[in-house]
């Protein structure tokens, strides 16, 4: 059964400090597809990234960047410059590899408290 | 673009009513599917549709029925609501199989609460 976890429930930071969000994943899958969501106060879901298991390439967009490291089942969320509007709740979540039938299994996220 | 458009965005039943949340999207996706939230357990897929006349149980498929007659449409039943099915609903859809898909998103709605007396 696949599993996410992230292990840290809120976090909160002071205005322009970096931040890392962990997540930890299980799979028995040798192909899978790993994706981070935002939620805002306003509720709504935010696509943020998602990451094929044979794409191990850090990713970098704007002040976000993400580290993939199979060798740990990870898959953490780096800001950097931290800003209030990344006061949010995110959600790491996994899939099974079958395109177009994506069953998104999701951690119980991480609150980010952003402080100005 | 409307996106995943879900109706209604809030919504108050008794224990024993009935009610269908209704999500509809224009993007002309194959899948779709349906999770709810709840505090401090993340989001739990209910119901999935690979297409339309097919549909499957998610992880928590117990008290919910889906059907899928058009490829627009992925409506959300509940026969007898309890209060345990007090939580927040998402819609979402994608591209299906063969389709080249640049970010792979799964698109979502902006979600029904539901509460449950």
């Known amino acids: 059964a696949q599993k996410v976890t992230q292990a840290q429930t809120e976090i909160s930071v002071v205005e322009k400090e970096d931040v890392t969000l962990d997540c930890v994943y299980e799979t028995r899958d040798t192909t899978y597809y790993l994706f981070w969501y935002k939620q805002p106060p306003s509720g709504e879901l935010v696509f943020l990234i998602r990451r094929n298991s044979f794409d191990e390439q850090n990713e970098i967009s704007g002040r976000y960047s993400w580290n993939f490291q199979k060798s740990t089942s990870s898959f953490n969320f780096t800001i950097t410059a931290s800003q209030v509007v990344d006061s949010a709740v995110y959600f790491c979540a996994l899939s099974e590899a079958n395109f177009g039938n994506e069953k998104l299994t999701f951690g119980t996220g991480t609150r980010l408290t952003i402080i100005p | 673009n409307a996106g995943v458009t879900q109706t209604p965005k809030f919504q108050v039943l008794k224990t024993g009513q009935s009610m269908t949340l209704q999500c509809a999207q224009d993007m002309n996706h194959e899948y779709m599917s349906w999770y709810r939230q709840d505090p401090g357990m993340g989001l739990r897929l209910i119901h999935y549709s690979v297409g339309a006349g097919i549909t499957d149980q998610g992880e928590v498929p117990n008290g919910y029925n889906v059907s899928r007659s058009t490829t627009e449409d992925f409506p959300l039943r509940l026969l007898s609501a309890a209060p345990s099915q007090t939580s927040v609903y998402f819609c979402?859809?994608?591209?299906?199989?063969?389709?080249?898909?640049?970010?792979?998103?799964?698109?979502f709605g902006e979600g029904s609460r539901l509460t449950v007396l």
């Open positions: 979402a859809s994608t591209h299906g199989a063969g389709v080249t898909v640049v970010s792979g998103e799964l698109f």
